[in-house]
């Protein structure tokens, strides 16, 4: 009977597309997991890459290479503790500037200045967020050192230094522990872990200040309508009720903004003089990881190649676990909202 | 006036005027490198930096610099794009609220700001090494090593735009189309996709404006070169790694052309940025 055929037919038809489909839908769906796994991929890739090529200089060294401060390629011996010094330093110093700059512009962006301001100013600042590191390292090295040596430095190295020009210990350098070191220099150039450190907090002001204005909008209305009913001033609603509200996201973006900095290259290696050795003094030069990796790490061989990898890691360790703190933080924002 | 009620006065005063400063100071900065970097620049630009090679030093100009970093990004956004939009989808589609599908979504974000410089020894390690040994040394540095550290920094950010892209799709769209019997990967191709498309191009245009100021990963990748490479297997030059050699080279001339190629890149970036918000704000307006 045709008709019982055409409907086999049919029924087989239909079989073997909805055959064809699964199949195609199978290998959709690893083509796609696939995709998603080199970001996994890529991140253990990147870990392992620099602890395999760092493996001679962690074998040769072992702890010793994390607390020695020796970094002598002439005989083959090498410490990580003036770079991890120089990058530590130069980023808390960014965090000291950054964070409460930020702080200001997140709040007066989001609850002081006009409405008609707001958008443009804070659009102005996320497009200088995207404007590349090596701009601001080049600013860093032609415009901003040279006015810090001729300006700001003499004023610093003699009203609290303990290497002034005049031999004259000012009173501060005298009396407060420790300023007197960090702010002694007889080296004549701006390049110096205090310009590295201004240059960061330039450069990841843009990125806290948006998290943070991010973060602070998602604060409900009622709840700040209701403090200001109350009769407080904008001030106290903003470090009363937006920042506590906001406190782990906020922890976040300058998680966020530590791990920018901890791993910058170009705006500090331009700033920091490269200098491979340990000063308490911040006017004098230093060296950061990511510094020391891009200065050396072309004409490196053997060991030094070798030692340079053990930095990588180290810095992309820590700057995984910074970040890692990061999103956490931002997430707990992120949950409490329930999305 | 009480003693308290003038005391929170003057604190909010204080505060406000502190606020506001700190935005002036911030704005300031920001005003002063843009100023400088325009200033300088167009001060230093001049018909040969289009025109010469590196090769002549101060009476060069930088094309061979310019045309490897149109080659390097182009190879770095064309790994990243395929790559990096498949993984939003699966990330958007098939993983949304899976352990797995979670947790790469985190660690993607991590990735957005890991280290570049690490990316760079990382493909050191898996392509220029592996090729030096290969062709014994007669491949060692090549545009395409540097390409691909590239397109390691590019694919978080076109991960995540995408896949938050897909999540603004209405799920509306999708119940209609699996109702009417289309399988998911042709329901995921062709309309999701395509109605997500300007905001994954936004992704890709950000991810672009990322990538071509990244100096540091292409340093032990591409190298640079002094001469005009089009082949991605030869040693490449790149704009961002011509200014970082001549802003450290002593010569007043050299420092003017470092300023003339901060210039270019700059404008490409700010105009990059400002043309993926207005497909953004152009898709908005048009969904309302």
């Known amino acids: ?339 | 006036m009480s003693a308290l009620y003038l005391r929170r006065r003057v604190t909010n005063a204080v505060a406000m005027t502190l606020s506001m400063l700190a935005t002036l100071i911030g704005l300031a900065f920001l005003a002063w490198i843009l100023w400088e970097t325009l200033r300088q620049g167009i001060g230093a630009l001049d018909l040969k930096l289009f025109t010469k090679v590196t090769a002549y030093g101060e009476d060069g100009g930088l094309l061979n610099s310019m045309v490897g970093s149109l080659i390097i990004n182009f190879i770095g956004i064309a790994i990243a794009t395929p790559i990096g939009v498949l993984a939003g989808t699966w990330l958007a589609e098939y993983a949304d609220r899976t352990r797995l599908g979670e947790s790469i979504r985190f660690l993607n974000d991590i990735l957005l700001s890991a280290p570049s410089i690490v990316m760079g020894l990382f493909v050191y390690t898996i392509i220029v090494l592996p090729s030096t040994a290969l062709t014994h040394g007669n491949t060692t540095f090549s545009g395409f090593a540097g390409g691909v550290a590239l397109a390691l920094i590019a694919l978080p950010v076109i991960v995540r735009t995408t896949d938050e892209m897909l999540r603004l799709v209405p799920s509306t769209l999708r119940e209609a189309a699996l109702s009417l019997g289309v399988p998911q990967w042709k329901l995921t191709l062709q309309i999701l996709i395509r109605a997500a498309r300007s905001g994954i191009i936004t992704g890709v245009l950000l991810a672009l404006a990322r990538i071509s100021g990244e100096t540091a990963p292409l340093l032990f990748t591409a190298f640079g070169n002094n001469y005009m490479a089009l082949n991605p297997i030869d040693k490449m030059s790149s704009l961002p790694q011509i200014i970082y050699q001549y802003a450290n080279d002593p010569g007043e001339a050299m420092h003017a052309l470092a300023w003339a190629g901060a210039f270019v890149i700059t404008m490409f970036v700010l105009l990059l940025s400002l043309a993926s918000r207005l497909i953004l704000f152009r898709t908005k307006v048009s969904h309302d």
């Open chain 1, 1 to 339: 009977m045709p008709a019982t055929e055409a409907s086999i037919m049919s029924t087989d038809i239909l079989e073997q597309r909805s055959r064809r489909d699964a199949r195609n839908e199978r290998l959709f769906r690893w083509l796609l997991k696939g995709c998603a796994l080199i970001v996994l991929a890529s991140l253990l890739g990147a870990a392992g890459a620099t602890l395999w090529g760092g493996r001679d200089a962690f074998g040769t060294f072992g702890w010793h290479f994390l607390v020695s401060s020796e970094w002598d390629p002439g005989n083959d011996v090498y410490g990580a503790m003036v770079p991890v010094y120089g990058t530590v330093a130069t980023s808390f110093i960014a965090l000291l500037i950054a964070v409460p700059i930020s702080f200001g512009i997140a709040v007066y962006l989001s609850e002081v200045a006009p409405t008609w301001l707001r958008t443009p100013v804070s659009s102005a600042i996320e497009l200088l967020a995207g404007i590349p590191s090596i701009i601001y390292g080049m600013w860093g090295l032609f415009v901003f050192a040279p006015f810090f040596a001729d300006h700001v430095k003499p004023w610093l190295t003699s009203n609290l230094g303990n290497k002034p020009d005049d031999g004259k210990l000012s009173w501060v350098a005298e009396h407060v522990p420790f300023v007197g070191k960090l702010f002694g220099s007889d080296y004549p150039f701006g390049a110096s872990i205090l310009v590295a450190g201004i240059v960061l907090a330039i450069m990841i002001i843009p990125f806290i200040s948006s998290v943070m204005r991010e973060v602070f909008q998602t604060v409900p209305t009622r709840l700040k309508e209701s403090a200001y009913a109350l009769g407080s001033s904008t001030w106290e609603v903003s470090w009363d009720i937006v920042l506590p509200y906001t406190r782990s996201a906020v922890i976040g973006g300058i998680f966020l903004g530590l791990g920018r900095a901890l791993g910058e290259t170009m705006a500090v290696t331009f700033v920091l003089g490269n200098a491979m050795h340990l000063s308490a003094s911040l006017l004098d030069p230093g060296a950061s990881i990511a510094s020391t990796i891009a200065n050396q790490f072309s004409e490196a061989a053997g060991l030094q190649k070798s030692a340079l990898m053990a930095l990588a890691f180290l810095l992309f360790v820590v700057t995984f676990i910074v970040l890692l703190i990061a999103r956490l933080m931002l997430r707990r924002l992120a949950s409490k909202e329930g999305r």
